[in-house]
């Protein structure tokens, strides 16, 4: 099994090397300012966690994809800041608000392509696999963005429908990370899928981590604005919760406190502010964080039926360090 430090030093050494088309820059450059900004690189380190759970060293046949996933992944971040009007995107300018949305799009499309290309480079033996699941992953996440942005006009969402919803737009790219470095490294197909419910569920309490943070967070921690699910509308597991928990009416009044104007800074501290407040008084953080405590729970009995000992460990200490986020 290949060490920890190697992998690390692996993801380390891949995003600081990984290269782009020079020109145009105004297309390109914002592909090398989303990934200079860094992030948790938690997919294409999920990856090759599975990868080394069947092999000894770390080949270039793995590399390219795990980066690929990477890339794919801020290009749907690209485009949701579009779509959510966010500032602010790990403590700097999204690319939209740097340059404006017209490039934000067209270089977000470009840098779904190079995903492509790079997930394209797994081998032979492999690469019709790893192309089905991942091009299977990417129309799921565009339907999760499409279930995501329908429910902000909707009042009924039920907490079903919101979870299939974030499983759709977070769980199955997690899924297909965990998924698709055990199938290039070889594994039997009951273990790749086994690591894909792994991630999957994994995805799920990060998620639903990502919506408490979103409005009980650190800024600086979390690295955008907090309270923007509220500020924007959006309906987060804690709206969900809420409305599950409420009378008719705290329900009528958190409805109304959802459609408050957020236009200025004061008029945003007041919508946040209502908003929390009935969190609060209904109890919903504390709700969502047994939730993520539970769904992890589930990811590492999943993940328990694929390995055991130090194999085990490092899928628990990857899962661990997603929840401890909360804590």
Known sequence: MIRQEKIDKAIETL????????????????????????????????????????????????????????????????????????????????????????????????????????????????????????????????????????????????????????GLKTGVLIACAAKMGALIAGAPELDCDSLYGYGYNLGLAFQVADDYLDAYGDEKVFGKPIGGDIVNSKKSWLTIRALEKADEAQSATLLQAMEMPAGSAEEKAAKIAKVKGLYDELSVAEDAKQTILALNEKALETASRVCSGVRYERLRRFADKLVGRTK
């Not at 294409?44 to 994809?65: A, N, Q, V």
């Not at 091009?135 to 429910?151: I, K, L, N, P, W």
Request: net charge negative; glycine share 4%.
């Open 15 to 166: 995003f600081d090397e990984i290269q782009f088309t020079s020109e145009p820059k105004g297309l390109y450059d914002p592909l090398r300012y989303m990934i200079a900004i860094g992030g948790k690189r938690l997919r294409p380190r999920l990856c090759l966690i599975t990868y080394s759970l069947y092999r000894d060293k770390i080949k270039s046949e793995i590399l390219e994809p795990a980066a690929g996933l990477e890339v794919f992944h801020s290009f749907t971040l690209i485009h949701d800041d579009i779509m959510d009007r966010s500032p602010l995107r790990r403590g700097v300018d999204t690319v939209w608000k740097k340059w404006n949305p017209d490039t934000a799009i067209l270089s977000g499309d470009v840098m779904c392509i190079d995903s492509y290309a790079r997930i394209a480079k797994a081998p032979k033996k492999s690469a019709a696999k790893v192309l089905a699941l991942f091009s299977r992953t990417a129309a799921q996440v565009c339907e999760g963005q499409q279930y995501d942005m329908e429910f902000e006009s909707r009042d009924d969402v039920t907490m079903d429908e919101y979870m299939n919803m974030i």
